[in-house]
């Protein structure tokens, strides 16, 4: 099993939570390991970028200590990885939605074996994934500059990366080939250097249900041909979908004006969705 506790780092002064200060330094990568039956060897791949699934967990493992020895923050942008050296820092890219945000991999897990990647709550939260609980993505190995390591070190977090276009999520989603999207609800597990496996909470996805009113104007932010992935950015923005002829759109509204809908326009503009456009509402 992963012993968090050989790294030898010096105690730290205490953080704002009462912990103590982290460090980058010195990396610890570990011995080969086995949880469930299933071995797993920990190994500095550089250039490491997988495609699979995201699970996330948070408030029941608060405080606890990870694999490297330091304690859980569910408010840190933090995540479990079976084999990366603990820290390591991650991109982690949504390929429902393209967004893709900076993540720092302190612990071990998850051990289910759909799951590639364990986020912390606020981690899944800054990607748009909490509310749908398990989410496809991509998880690439990154050498990022000092100034985002220290905000992540301190419990912050970092600006999004650019959003990744269309043709490369597409290429991207390919490369699931026959893996299923794990079905809800899920239990996901995290190895720690006192907790072996850690179970949390089952999540469940909420789907946004279509708007109904009398307002004449809606705000499209987006359409897809995919019902999944219309779903997963309403549930992230907090919008609704429609289908029709062959696609869902998610909209914001109805709104009782014109004028009045630009407030929805306003709203997709500061969530990423420039191209945000007011048309009539078909659905009155």
Known sequence: MVDGRGDNRLPGPPTRNGGRAVADYPVKIGAPYTVAGETYTPADTPNYEEVGYASWYGAAHEGKPTANGEAFRMEAISAAHKTLPLPSYVE???????????????????????????????????????????????????????????ALRAGGQTAERLATPEPLLVVLRKR????????????????????????????????????????????????????????????????????????????????????????????ATAKGYANARIMANDRK
């Open 176 to 267: 699931l080939g026959g893996q299923a999207r794990p079905v809800l609800p899920v239990q996901q597990a995290s190895i720690s250097a006192s907790a072996p496996e850690r179970q949390t909470a089952p999540v469940k996805l909420v789907l946004p249900a279509p708007a109904t009113g009398s307002g004449g104007y809606v705000v499209q932010v987006a359409a897809f041909s995919s019902k999944d992935r219309a779903n997963a950015l309403a549930v992230q923005i907090g919008a609704w979908t429609v289908e029709g002829n062959g696609l869902w759109r998610v909209r914001f509204g109805p709104y009782s004006s014109e004028a009045a809908a630009q407030q929805g326009v306003e709203k």
């Open 92 to 150: 982690v890219t949504s390929l429902d939605t393209g967004r893709t945000i900076l993540v720092r991999v302190n612990d071990r897990g998850p051990f289910v074996r759909d799951r590639i990647i364990d986020l912390s709550s606020a981690a899944a939260q800054q990607l748009g994934l909490r509310r749908s609980g398990v989410a496809a993505v991509r998880v690439r190995r990154v050498n990022p500059p000092d100034q985002e390591r220290a």
